[in-house]
């Protein structure tokens, strides 16, 4: 074996010595090169996570603060108010749903009525009652979706409100001819009662100009709140419904009023609770305090009623 000269002992030293250094410098190069990468990569998913954080408060915030506009607009400050609009839109429709379908089972036209009231004066009392108590619940309740109108699109929300509202005092006025009805044939026999309602029909009251109101006002009234996105389009829908429930006295039940009904449930029940709940959620002994006394005040409404 040939031994290596010093000197080409030490070239091969310088060039080991040489390679490890390149070898070195290259690493810190490259480790330099992907700890910015990786640095860069992470701002700029960091930035990103800003934007959609910022953009999803963006509008969030514009949801809570149309919601807010359109539940302001029935807070304390306001007519009806909260807690009157709510229980208007919760309870109104469903009366008018129980009453329609107590008197389903007769005929809707009045002599058919007249003598199922001779027959179930019971059923028919409560039938005709629970839709009364619905027509007369249902204003603030009107009002209140007018109100929530009114912010984005109030002319449709003025109009269909108060043509609305003009109708509910027709029918008003048609449940007071309802009740002389049935008390005469109460008192006097069908047949008289029969030939009152008949013969009168076509006779000239003021109300009768306000019948066509509502049947135009039910339109106008969903159309806006569609529009206005108060309601959905199905809601909306459902509530322009009420344009094809009968009017006038002694109109009983038919499909129809069944479905006008059932559709004025869908679009103003869920309505009443969104109004109640938010955007500021009263605590539950409030909500107890608020139900006790309204039976208290409905209670002693119907006691002095009663006294004449």
């Known amino acids: 074996m040939i031994a290596k000269s010093p000197k080409v002992r030490c070239d091969e030293i310088e060039a080991k010595l040489l390679s490890a250094n390149l070898f070195r410098c290259l690493r810190r190069r490259w480790m330099s090169w992907a700890g910015a990468a990786a640095l860069q990569q992470s701002m700029l998913t960091r930035q990103a996570a800003v934007r959609s954080t910022l953009w999803m408060d ?3 915030r514009s949801g809570i603060l149309r919601e807010t506009e359109r539940v302001g607009s029935n807070g304390p400050g306001s007519f009806p108010g909260r807690w009157l609009g709510a229980t208007s839109l919760i309870f109104a429709p469903p009366l008018l749903l129980t009453g329609i379908l107590l008197r389903m089972q007769f005929h809707y036209f009045f002599p058919q009525q007249l003598a199922a009231y001779t027959s179930h004066p019971e059923l028919m009392t409560a039938a005709y009652n629970c839709f009364l108590a619905g027509n007369i619940l249902l204003w603030p309740a009107v ?3 007018a109100n929530m109108v009114s912010t984005n699109r109030p002319g449709w929300g003025i109009w ?3 043509f609305v509202i003009f109708g509910l005092f027709a029918r008003t006025f048609h449940a007071g001819a309802d009740y002389l009805a049935f008390q005469i ?3 006097d026999g069908v047949q008289l009662a029969t ?6 029909y076509g006779s000239f009251h003021v109300v009768s100009s306000l019948n066509a109101t509502i049947l135009l006002g039910w339109i106008l009234l969903a159309v806006g709140a569609y529009l206005s996105r108060t309601l959905g389009l199905i809601q909306s829908a459902a509530l322009g419904l009420m344009s094809a429930l009968m009017m006038g006295v002694l109109k009983g039940s038919s499909i129809v ?3 006008s009904t059932a559709g004025l449930c869908i679009a103003f029940v869920p309505l009443g609770f969104r ?3 938010t955007p500021n959620r009263p605590p539950l002994r409030t909500l107890i305090r608020g139900a006790g006394i309204g039976l208290l005040l409905i209670a002693a409404l119907f006691y002095f009623g009663q006294l004449g």
């Open 58 to 60: 963006k509008h969030t």
């Open 143 to 145: 009002v209140s979706v």
């Open 160 to 162: 269909g409100g108060s």
């Open 185 to 187: 044939a109460r008192i």
């Open 195 to 200: 030939k009152t309602i008949a013969s009168s």
């Open 257 to 259: 009023s069944v479905i």
């Open 275 to 277: 109004l109640l709940c």
